[in-house]
């Protein structure tokens, strides 16, 4: 059972800090990596992707892979108020489907 | 502009009955997906099409059945709805999974 692990939180990270969400895969073979913001009661928003080793900067999110370690995380930096919702990490096992973690619930504190 | 549309956005109903949940999506892409988010908003697969054929029929109750009439639309007809399949039902669609998801508003299905 291919498998995704996340902190399910909820993190707390004060208005103008860096958020770090953490997310773990149990499949080598994985290649590619998405991050996901949920709203609440909203539907999942695609915001990061990423396929090589190493980081991924768009505005102020980077995504960070590591494939050796089977890990990927994603950084906000400068975080706002408007940053306040659960973000799913979902490798792409090469089944066909995405397989998303339960996802880390991030609260900022203005 | 809806790229994925869903219908209804709510749904409440009396255990026993049969419903349906429509979603189109008007992005071109081949491949359509159901999944449900439970209370804990876990995210997972139900089914996948992909140009109209069925590719991924996870672990599902026979009470649940898919249709694709084209690659557009795919809807999904839940009957003799139990208590235990209140959960928010999400259509998605995706050139190939591995170019991520674009998911619909959502169906929040309440079985009373």
């Known amino acids: 059972q291919k498998e995704v692990e996340q902190n399910s939180g909820p993190l707390s990270v004060p208005e103008g800090a860096i958020a770090s969400l953490n997310c773990t895969y149990s499949d080598r073979g994985s290649q590619s990596f998405f991050w996901y913001r949920q709203y609440s009661g909203k539907s999942p928003e695609l915001i990061m992707f990423?396929?090589?080793?190493g980081d991924k900067e768009d505005g102020r999110f980077t995504a960070q892979l590591n494939k050796a370690s089977q890990y990927v995380s994603l950084l906000i930096r400068d975080s706002q108020p408007s940053d306040s919702a659960t973000y799913l990490c979902a490798p792409d096992f090469g089944n066909e489907k995405l397989t998303f973690g339960t996802g880390t619930r991030l609260t900022i504190i203005p | 502009d809806t790229a994925v549309s869903q219908t209804p956005k709510y749904l409440v109903t009396q255990m026993g009955n049969d419903k349906s949940i429509k979603c189109e999506q008007n992005l071109g892409h081949d491949t359509m997906y159901w999944y449900k988010q439970d209370s804990k908003k876990f995210l997972k697969i139900m089914f996948s099409y992909n140009n109209k054929e069925l590719i991924i029929n996870e672990t599902v109750p026979n009470r649940f059945s898919p249709k694709s009439p084209d690659k557009a639309h795919l809807n999904l007809h839940i009957n003799s709805l139990e208590l235990g399949d209140s959960a928010v039902y999400f259509c998605?669609?995706?050139?190939?999974?591995?170019?991520?998801?674009?998911f619909g508003s959502g169906t929040r299905l309440t079985v009373v």
């Open positions: 990423i396929y090589s080793n």
């Open positions: 998605a669609s995706s050139h190939e999974a591995n170019y991520g998801y674009t």
